[in-house]
C-alpha cells in the first residue's frame, strides 16, 4: 500500500524541480517599502520613503539535503530549457534510472520550493496611517521528516533489497504543493505620542485564489516492504487530498477554470521603535514634507500567512488509517491514471473502491510563521544591523510548512545605494552566506550566494530582485503631477542623497 503513497510523493515533488527564501537582504532594509509587508505589516512605519510602488519583484529558492544533480550533468541555465533531457543512471537495483544523485543521510531529511512573485502594488503614508495594496503569485512544495528508509526507496526504487522484511515506522511525515495567488489590503497605524518611544500596528488582510495543490499527511504508519511489488502497513493514521488542474482518468491538463480554490489570509505585527530624539507631532500638510525619525533601535513581531485555501472543484480528500495489518500487493497490476491509483489504495485499505473518499473538496492552509525583527542603528557612515528570526508554525491540519532560519545583516543604507550581507542559519542548521545590491529603483540579491556563483553539486539555490519607484520623505521636490502633493514647483525628482 505504501508504494502508492511514495508514487504520488514522486510525482509531486521531485519532477517538480524546476519551480522559503525570506529575501533578507531586500525586505528587512528601511527602504524597502511595499515589500516590507512580507516581514511585518507594520514595518510600513519604518520606511524612509512615503510613497512605494512595486512593478515587479521576485524570488526564486530551492534548498533539499536528501538528493542533488552532479555538477558535470546539471547547470543553472538548464533551469530555462523546457526540452532539457537529464542523464539518467541505473539505480543498481533493478531496472530503475535516475537522474540524481540521494546523500544516503542516516537523519531525516527536507525538500523545500518556493516562488514568489510580487506584481503592481503600492505603499503610501501619511502621518499616522499607512496602506497598501498588493498583488502576487506564489508557488510552495515542502516535504518534511523523510525518514532515510523512504529517501532510499525514492531514489533507488522498490527493488532496493537491503531493506526487505524490515519493519519502517515514519512519524510526522508530511509533503505539501500548492500554487495561488493573492490581492491584499494592508493597514498600519502609528501612535502619535511625542515622546523617546515610537509604537506601530499593523494587519494585511489578503483574499486567496488557489490554482491547485496537494498534500500527503502520515502522522504515524509502520510498514515492512516484501519485494518490489508486495508491502504490508499497519498502525497507519493518514490522510490525502489534491486538486490538479488535470483530468483524473486521462491524466491530460485542464485549461479551464484555473483559479478553482478560495480563501482568506492575514498578517498581524506590530513595532517599537527607541529614537534618537523625541517622536514629533504627526501633523505633516504634505506627503513629502513628511520627517525621517531617527531611531537608536527598533524591535518588531508579527504573524504571516495565518489562513487557507478550499478547494471544491475537481477535489478529493481521502482517508488511509488502519489499525491491522492491510498487504498490498502490485503483482499483475497496470496503473494509467490517478483515479486507478486511488482507487486500488482505497480497495485494499477497505475493500472498497470508494471508501477511502471523505470529502470531494480539498483544504490547504498556508505556511503560517512567527517573524521577530531587531534592528539597531550604528548612527554612522548609513550602516545598520539586523537580526531576524522566521519560526515555521507546526499545523495539525493539512498545511504548506515555512522554514524555519536566524538571519544577521549589515547593510549600507541610503537613498540611492544600498548593500547589505545577510548571514542565515537555515533550517537553523544551514550556514548560509548571501549579498543583496540596490541602486536607485533596481535590487538584486541571493539569501544563499554560494549557491550561484560557486562550482558545486546542484542541490538548491536562491536569486531575487527587486523594481520600484519610490519618494522618499523630507524631499518636496518633483515634477509634474507631483507637484500638487508636494507643494514644490521648481524641484526635481532626485533619487541620491
Excluded at 478560495?262 to 506590530?270: H, Q, S, T, V, Y
Aim: proline residues 3%.
Amino acid at each position: 500500500m505504501r508504494f502508492y503513497l511514495i508514487s504520488i510523493i514522486c510525482f509531486f515533488f521531485i519532477i517538480d524541480l524546476h519551480a522559503q527564501g525570506e529575501m533578507i537582504g531586500a525586505n528587512a532594509s528601511n527602504t524597502a517599502g511595499v515589500n516590507s509587508l512580507f516581514l511585518n505589516p507594520s514595518a510600513m512605519h519604518n520606511q524612509k520613503v512615503w510613497l512605494s510602488i512595486n512593478f515587479f519583484s521576485g524570488n526564486l529558492f530551492l534548498h533539499t539535503d536528501f538528493a542533488y544533480f552532479d555538477k558535470n550533468e546539471f547547470k543553472y541555465t538548464d533551469l530555462l530549457n523546457s526540452t532539457i533531457q537529464l542523464i539518467e543512471h541505473p539505480t543498481g537495483y533493478g531496472t530503475e534510472l535516475r537522474s540524481f544523485y540521494s546523500y544516503n543521510s542516516e537523519k531525516n531529511t527536507t525538500f523545500d520550493e518556493n516562488i514568489r512573485i510580487l506584481g503592481p502594488s503600492a505603499m503610501l503614508m501619511f502621518n499616522q496611517h499607512a496602506f497598501a495594496i498588493s498583488t502576487s503569485v506564489r508557488v510552495q512544495s515542502n516535504v518534511v521528516n523523510l525518514t532515510p528508509d523512504l529517501a532510499n526507496i525514492l531514489a533507488y526504487g522498490f527493488s532496493y533489497f537491503p531493506q526487505y522484511n524490515y519493519d519502517y515506522k515514519v512519524d510526522h511525515f508530511s509533503s505539501s504543493t500548492m500554487a495561488w495567488s493573492e490581492i491584499g489590503f494592508s493597514y498600519a497605524y502609528r501612535l502619535n505620542n511625542e515622546s523617546w518611544n515610537s509604537w506601530s500596528f499593523g494587519i494585511s488582510v489578503k483574499k486567496l485564489f488557489g490554482a491547485g495543490g496537494a498534500y500527503l499527511k502520515v502522522d504515524n504508519s509502520t510498514y515492512t516492504l516484501i519485494d518490489s511489488k508486495t508491502i504490508d502497513v499497519e498502525n497507519q493514521q493518514a490522510q490525502m487530498g489534491f486538486a490538479l488542474p488535470i483530468d483524473y482518468t486521462t491524466n491530460e491538463f485542464i485549461n479551464q477554470n484555473m483559479l478553482n480554490g478560495r480563501g482568506w489570509a492575514f498578517d498581524l505585527g506590530f513595532t517599537f521603535q527607541y529614537l534618537n530624539k523625541h517622536q514629533p507631532k504627526l501633523n505633516s500638510k504634505r506627503l513629502c514634507e513628511q520627517a525621517i525619525i531617527p531611531y537608536k533601535f527598533r524591535l518588531s513581531f508579527a504573524l504571516l500567512d495565518i489562513g487557507s485555501i478550499k478547494y471544491f472543484e475537481n477535489a478529493q480528500t481521502h482517508d488511509f488509517s488502519n489499525s491491522v495489518k492491510v498487504r498490498g500487493d502490485m503483482n499483475g497490476v497496470n496503473l494509467d491514471n490517478v483515479n486507478q491509483v486511488i482507487q486500488l489504495m482505497s480497495d485494499q485499505f477497505y475493500g472498497s473502491s470508494t471508501a477511502s473518499l471523505l470529502d470531494n473538496s480539498m483544504k490547504l492552509a498556508l505556511p503560517m510563521a512567527a517573524s521577530a525583527q531587531f534592528d539597531y542603528n550604528l548612527e554612522q557612515l548609513n550602516l545598520y544591523f539586523n537580526a531576524s528570526v522566521i519560526y515555521g508554525i507546526p499545523q495539525k491540519i493539512a498545511a504548506l510548512h515555512r522554514p524555519s532560519q536566524i538571519s544577521f545583516t549589515p547593510r549600507y543604507e541610503t537613498r540611492l545605494i544600498e548593500f547589505s550581507l545577510p548571514m542565515s542559519l537555515y533550517r537553523f542548521k544551514y550556514p548560509h552566506i548571501g549579498i543583496y545590491l540596490r541602486y536607485g529603483i533596481f535590487g538584486v540579491g541571493s539569501d544563499w550566494l554560494t549557491s550561484l556563483i560557486s562550482n558545486q553539486d546542484f542541490y538548491g539555490m536562491d536569486f531575487y530582485f527587486t523594481t520600484k519607484l519610490q519618494l522618499f520623505k523630507g524631499k518636496c521636490r518633483a515634477r509634474g503631477s507631483f507637484n500638487k502633493a508636494c507643494g514644490d514647483k521648481s524641484g526635481r525628482l532626485q533619487w541620491g542623497n
